[in-house]
């Protein structure tokens, strides 16, 4: 029967293609080229799958500022990382992740600012 064809095709292709998936940055927070009037105590990354954070670098005008990542936390969807007190500026923040599931890694970059009085 065609149709049970066509049907078998398809869970096939979706089944490849949840086996070489990536861990693929959903969302943000801070969101990406936000403009913070608070400086922001935490970062998290959303992924759309179970993904565990190799590098997180977080730099100001080309200077890093230190932040800790926690790299035997479990394989997780959101990735929560908390920032020191970050004084305003244009902030940058480059990650690459690990997907536990096929052992790829995946990188990125995006930058958020925080703005006005003060940021720290
Ligand atoms: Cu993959």
């Given at each position: 029967?065609?149709?049970?064809?066509?049907?078998a095709?398809?869970?096939a292709?979706i089944?490849?293609?949840?086996?070489?998936?990536?861990?693929k940055?959903?969302?943000t927070?801070?969101?990406?080229?936000?403009?913070?009037?608070?400086?922001?105590?935490?970062?998290?990354?959303?992924?759309?799958?179970?993904?565990?954070?190799?590098?997180?670098?977080?730099s100001?005008?080309?200077?890093?500022?230190p932040v800790?990542?926690d790299?035997?936390?479990?394989?997780?969807?959101?990735v929560?990382?908390?920032?020191?007190?970050?004084?305003?500026?244009?902030y940058?923040?480059?990650?690459?992740?690990?997907?536990?599931?096929?052992?790829h890694?995946?990188?990125g970059a995006?930058?958020f600012?925080?703005?006005?009085?003060?940021?720290?």
């Amino acid at each position: 029967m065609l149709k049970q064809r066509i049907l078998a095709a398809v869970c096939a292709m979706i089944l490849a293609g949840q086996a070489g998936g990536h861990a693929k940055l959903r969302s943000t927070l801070p969101a990406a080229n936000a403009e913070l009037r608070v400086a922001p105590k935490t970062l998290t990354l959303t992924f759309n799958e179970e993904a565990r954070l190799a590098v997180l670098t977080l730099s100001v005008d080309g200077k890093e500022i230190p932040v800790t990542v926690d790299r035997s936390a479990a394989a997780a969807v959101q990735v929560t990382v908390s920032l020191p007190a970050l004084a305003a500026g244009k902030y940058l923040v480059q990650w690459s992740a690990l997907s536990p599931k096929d052992g790829h890694v995946t990188r990125g970059a995006f930058s958020f600012a925080i703005v006005g009085p003060g940021g720290a």
